[in-house]
């Protein structure tokens, strides 16, 4: 595993353009950017990463947004409907419950979609325009179709979406079909739409926006960047650890890659890299497997179940650079229930915040790991929540209180009140 927060600035190769490169994390070969279409290495199929020629300080940016990153980015500007810049909240009787010093919630569900997708898809439909393709492709529990839907049809582009038939929450199939996309109906799970869209790319019918995409982990690296700006502005320091839910660990790894790059300018004194900490569905938790078996690989799950559909994956493709994000921040892995999981949506709904169910896991399992001790009560928190309460509006309605049937008149609802 060659990734390490260790790592010094590597040296640009001949073909570095624009500024930045790409790179195998497994071999090191080097290529161009946007010279031809590639997701993995021509060598040997590893993932790869974009590098930069100059890593920008935190003290450089300026703007709002994604793009208020764009030094830290592959290219200036991108696809954009205004994504990133979303609400930390606090959170001070959750905070007080679940007794830490302090807790607060990235709220990513507020993207102009609903979902921190938008993040990399306003930097991966960029760079698919600067490729010069004109279809675009991706396999989604749900909301990398939505986000692909808008950012696709924004810049012009026709998108085609592969999801697992009966397994997508209803909000999700909406915005991909009323943004235009062409929706693909699989009768099969999230893990197998990957493989034949991963087909369908290779045989250049489309350009593959899903995570393995290594453009659009850059947008995701964003998040990071606004959760540490934040803490640094409201604590004097940045937190402690940040919670995640995970499916294919494409936003594991984007803020493993933040840490990397801020160490390297010397931002982020490695003993202040927070702890990266995964959340998995107890029915989908390879991820979990993996890093409590101290194993280099994670094992493929065929068969995986929860209510969190977001996260129902059970292949992580962002396994080899999630890894060792996790370990090498002193992080670590842990699996939830679906009902503890509904648990969390209502807590952060009681704190006026609405999620989907895999957004609720990394509280969910914050209280696990805080009951566990592995969590102490002096740690600054940040809880990243993914995704919007109305991207699932039926398990909202499931987990919320049933509407009450009353007389079409004032003494009736009064009679009702008062029962
Ligand atoms: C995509 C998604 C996830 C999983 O993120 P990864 O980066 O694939 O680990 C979690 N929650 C929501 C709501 C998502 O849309
Ligand atoms: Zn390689």
Not at 28 to 45: H, K
């Amino acid at each position: 595993m060659s990734l390490s927060l260790a790592a010094e600035q590597p040296a640009p190769p001949v073909d570095a353009e624009d500024g930045a490169w790409l790179e195998c994390i497994e071999c090191g070969e080097t290529f161009a950017p946007f010279a031809d279409i590639r997701y993995t290495c021509d060598e040997c199929d590893g993932l790869l990463e974009v590098r930069y020629v100059d890593l920008p300080s935190l003290d450089d940016f300026e703007g709002r947004g994604v793009w208020r990153y764009a030094d830290a980015l592959p290219l200036d500007s991108g696809v954009t409907t205004q994504e990133g810049a979303t609400p930390l909240y606090e959170v001070p009787r959750l905070e007080n419950d679940v007794g830490v010093e302090a807790l607060r919630i990235k709220h990513e569900g507020m993207n102009p979609t609903g979902s921190f997708k938008d993040r990399g898809m306003t930097v991966g439909v960029a760079v698919a325009k600067e490729l010069g393709v004109d279809r675009l492709a991706c396999a989604s529990t749900g909301n990398t179709s939505a986000a692909l839907a808008a950012y696709g049809s924004r810049g012009g582009m026709e998108t085609l979406v592969l999801l697992p038939a009966g397994k997508v929450a209803a909000g999700k199939i909406a915005q991909a079909s009323l943004h235009g996309a062409r929706i693909l109906e699989v009768d099969g799970n999230f893990d197998s739409c990957l493989d034949i869209v991963q087909e369908l790319a290779a045989r250049g019918e489309a350009y593959l926006l899903n995570s393995l995409n290594p453009f659009r982990l850059e947008g995701q690296k964003t998040i990071g960047l606004e959760i540490l700006e934040a803490f640094r502005d409201d604590y004097g320091a940045f937190p402690d650890r940040i919670v995640l839910p995970v499916g294919n660990a494409g936003n594991t790894s984007a803020l493993y890659k933040a840490f990397r790059e801020l160490v390297q300018v010397g931002d982020l004194p490695l003993e202040d890299v927070p702890k990266l900490t995964g959340v998995q569905a107890a029915g989908a938790a390879p991820m979990v497997e993996a890093i409590e078996n101290d194993a280099d690989e994670v094992r493929r799950w065929d068969d995986v179940e929860t209510r969190a559909t977001a996260i129902r994956i059970g292949n992580p493709v962002n396994a080899p650079k999630a890894l060792p994000g996790i370990r090498e921040t002193d992080g670590t892995a842990v699996a939830v229930s679906d009902e503890e999981i509904t648990d969390a949506q209502r807590d952060l709904a009681e704190e006026g915040i609405g999620v989907e169910p895999a957004s609720a896991a990394s509280i969910a399992g914050l209280r696990k790991l805080r009951a566990d001790g592995v969590v102490t009560d002096d740690e600054r928190v940040a809880c990243l929540t993914t995704g919007h309460l109305l991207k699932d509006p039926d398990a909202a309605a499931a987990a919320g209180s049933d509407p009450q049937p009353v007389p079409n008149d004032t003494e009736g609802v009064l009679e009702h009140l008062h029962e």
